[in-house]
């Protein structure tokens, strides 16, 4: 219980420290107990998670992934009269989306897209599973290249709109979806469907950054750069610099669909 209070005046205020707090009293109560407790491992994960979210510290997902898988495992082993809680599993195939991120193998997005599948079927009105298997589906597809996939997350996009079409965090992720397959479509010579996605993904991007989707601003100035539209482009490097949504200057560098705005002189 302390361990909670730390964390959600941590989460709260966004501070760091009282979320190691939590994070170290999660580990004493677990290595205390008679028995590891589902509830307490999953805390420790969200915990975990949390703080690397605030530190930008993609590590930190690695012990938290492994806390999730814990708290299912322990649970289907010694709890088999009680359902698990769908909790669990949601955040279990979060972190296996991250970790995609962290190192790099598109077997993570592959196995976090089949638990978020898992959960949503379960529980079709899931909407937080919904929007993040949008995202790892978006993920999964762009690591492979494979369009399904990408197309299968523009339905759950299409689904979130439907409850909100303000969401500025969903209509960014679903302009970003957009943007990939545009890209993945003019590349492969298929210009038609490619400028399509391309005008969809401008649309929705717009509108993410007209209801305050600060992240909107960077993928508009890629949008732009892959158009070779550099005037705008610089404009929304320069709006996403403004609200201190640009990534670090190591990923702009990375970033290949700012090689044409990147070549300019202007």
């Known amino acids: 219980s302390l361990g909670i209070a730390h964390y959600t005046l941590g989460e709260m205020t966004q501070d760091a420290i ?41 590590s930190l997902v690695v012990p938290a992934s492994e806390k999730f898988e814990q708290a299912i495992a322990f649970h289907q082993k010694n709890r088999k009269d009680l359902a698990a809680d769908p909790e669990w599993f949601y955040n279990y195939g979060c972190s296996l989306d991250y970790l995609g991120d962290y190192y790099q193998d598109p077997s993570y997005y592959e196995k976090a897209v089949q638990i978020l599948t898992q959960v949503l079927h379960q ?28 197309e299968n997350s523009l339905h759950h996009f299409e689904e979130l709109i439907k409850e909100d079409n303000e969401d500025e965090t969903v209509l960014c992720d679903f302009g970003l979806a957009l943007l990939t397959l545009s890209d ?66 190591e ?16």
């Open 18 to 58: 009282l979320l190691e707090n939590a994070i170290a009293l999660f580990e004493n109560s677990a290595k205390h107990a008679k028995h590891p407790n589902s509830e307490t491992l999953n805390n420790w994960g969200i915990a975990l998670m949390k703080l690397s979210e605030m530190t930008d510290d993609l």
């Open 123 to 150: 529980y079709p009105n899931y909407t937080q599973a919904r929007y993040n298997l949008a995202v790892a589906l978006t993920h999964f597809g762009d690591a492979t290249g494979e369009v399904e996939l990408i």
């Open 184 to 249: 993945i479509h003019l590349q492969s010579h298929a210009f038609t469907q490619g400028k399509k996605y391309f005008e969809d993904s401008e649309a929705k991007l717009l509108h993410a950054a007209a209801q305050g989707s600060k992240n909107a601003y960077y993928w508009l100035a890629c949008l732009y750069s892959l158009n070779m539209n550099y005037p705008e482009s610089i404009h929304f490097l320069e709006k996403a610099q403004d609200h201190d949504a640009l990534p670090s200057l």
């Open 251 to 266: 990923e702009l560098e990375a970033e290949v669909w700012l090689e044409g705005v990147k070549t300019t002189s202007s």
